[in-house]
């Protein structure tokens, strides 16, 4: 699952970006609206936890959310805080946000606010997928090949989960390029690299080349 921090305290954020790829979700950071702006088109994230305070403003967090929504955002939005009044709860669920965790809050807390979000839904349509020998948990992080449960990177595992929520689909490279390998300089090397080895631990049907692109084999 992609997950994109929008928060300008490098103190909290430090903290919760490693907490998250620990967990093993695909995690970008933004410490402003623009630079948040950018990475939404390129991480497209399934859940944002976006800071309510950000220098463009005391409620640039609102106005952010209040935009994605009405540009038919789909994910989760969790907004982090410390405006722990009952009317800015209110405005910031009535904006288009899932959830709305006030400062201080506990790591195990956000984690678990995070896996909450995620279960319910948003642009999530399935939290499991099993096919032929293969079974990922898109939840856990966790994939299984004949039962047996198999060890992949944060990028394997990135490579295939993308190819794994929309099975039927054929991704063209470059569109795969962008969205799991955004800040590579290797070129198209890169994702055979990924196939090659995903199909190495999973099979070699797990992932079937087409003219254009990859597709979930198996």
Do not use: C
Not at 143 to 150: A, G, I
Request: hydrophobic letters at 40%.
């Amino acid at each position: 699952m992609r997950i994109l921090l929008v928060e300008d305290s490098t103190d909290l954020a430090g903290p919760l970006v490693a907490l998250l790829r620990r967990e093993r979700y695909e995690v970008e950071w933004a410490d402003s609206i623009a630079q948040a702006q950018k990475l939404i088109d390129e991480l497209e994230p399934d859940l944002i936890a976006l800071d309510v305070m950000l220098p463009e403003g005391d409620d640039a967090g609102f106005r952010l959310a209040k935009q994605l929504r009405r540009e038919g955002f789909g994910g989760a939005i969790l907004f982090l805080t410390a405006r722990d009044t009952v009317e800015d709860r209110v405005l910031g669920l009535d904006l288009g946000g899932d959830d709305y965790l006030v400062k201080p809050f506990s790591l195990e807390e956000f984690l678990a606010r995070i896996r909450a979000l995620l279960r319910r839904g948003g642009t999530v349509r399935q939290n499991i997928l099993e096919r032929g020998p293969l079974r990922v948990e898109f939840d856990s992080r966790k994939v299984y090949w004949n039962q047996r449960p198999v060890s992949l990177s944060d990028k394997e595992f990135a490579l295939l989960e993308r190819l794994a929520m929309y099975p039927e689909r054929i991704f063209g490279v470059d569109e795969l390029l962008s969205k799991v390998f955004p800040n590579t300089e290797s070129g198209h090397r890169i994702l055979r690299v990924y196939v090659h080895r995903l199909r190495e631990k999973l099979g070699e049907n797990v992932i079937v080349t087409l003219p254009g692109g990859y597709t979930l084999g198996v």
